[in-house]
T-cell receptor, first 111, second 117 residues
Framework: DAKTTQPTSMDCAEGRAANLPCNHSTISGNEYVYWYRQIHSQGPQYIIHGLKNNETNEMASLIITEDRKSSTLILPHATLRDTAVYYCIVRVSGGYQKVTFGTGTKLQVIP | NAGVMQNPRHLVRRRGQEARLRCSPMKGHSHVYWYRQLPEEGLKFMVYLQKENIIDESGMPKERFSAEFPKEGPSILRIQQVVRGDSAAYFC???????????????FGPGTRLTVL
């Protein structure tokens, strides 16, 4: 699986959009971009994933650049409950799905 | 549909004892993954199992650790003769059977926090 690079930490004001970047310059054509988050002392929670098109669900939006070398997770209206560590992961489609977590971005939502 | 269940949530063992961690996957899920998270670190893959089969154990320590996923019952991660360095949070995840190239997200349990005294 390709490696990813994320900022160690970010702050975001409550009610504002949180934009979390991720670089994955060595991503292969068959690798998806996945985002998970881990709220303190809980198990990781799936957020969203995509291949090359932008994706949106009830939790977030995922913007993938045209060359697929980077992506941005957007939480449109951050709340205090969004404070967590956010992991960006790239992995192949199909087959089994060993997930390799990096250190992620620690997002602190500030009141 | 209940989520992934893990028990116990907290486990305290003395050095040299055995630790047994249980994971019940979501209904309909036949794939189970175990991860370990040391304090202030990300999750590290340990092992991937399907019913009655170990598919990938490349992340398992060579000694003292074993995992199984029997035909009936939960998946078990077993740590023999625990040492202080085994203290960590152990997370289990499950996913449904793969179909073609469709990628399925993994659903994680709440974890078991093992403390070795």
């Amino acid at each position: 699986d390709a490696k990813t690079t994320q900022p160690t930490s970010m702050d975001c004001a409550e009610g504002r959009a949180a934009n979390l970047p991720c670089n994955h310059s060595t991503i292969s054509g068959n690798e998806y971009v996945y985002w998970y988050r881990q709220i303190h002392s809980q198990g990781p929670q799936y957020i969203i994933h995509g291949l090359k098109n932008n994706e949106t669900n009830e939790m977030a939006s995922l913007i993938i650049t045209e060359d697929r070398k980077s992506s941005t997770l957007i939480l449109p209206h951050a709340t205090l409950r969004d404070t967590a560590v956010y992991y960006c992961i790239v992995r192949v489609s199909g087959g089994y799905q060993k997930v390799t977590f990096g250190t992620g971005t620690k997002l602190q939502v500030i009141p | 549909n209940a989520g992934v269940m893990q028990n116990p949530r907290h486990l305290v063992r003395r050095r040299g004892q055995e630790a047994r961690l249980r994971c019940s996957p979501m209904k309909g899920h036949s794939h189970v993954y175990w991860y370990r998270q040391l304090p202030e670190e990300g999750l590290k893959f340990m092992v991937y199992l399907q019913k009655e089969n170990i598919i990938d154990e490349s992340g398992m320590p060579k000694e003292r650790f074993s995992a199984e996923f029997p035909k009936e019952g939960p998946s078990i991660l077993r740590i023999q003769q625990v040492v202080r360095g085994d203290s960590a949070a152990y997370f289990c995840a499950s996913s449904p059977p793969t179909s073609g190239n469709r990628n399925h997200e993994q659903f994680f349990g709440p974890g078991t926090r093992l403390t070795v005294l």
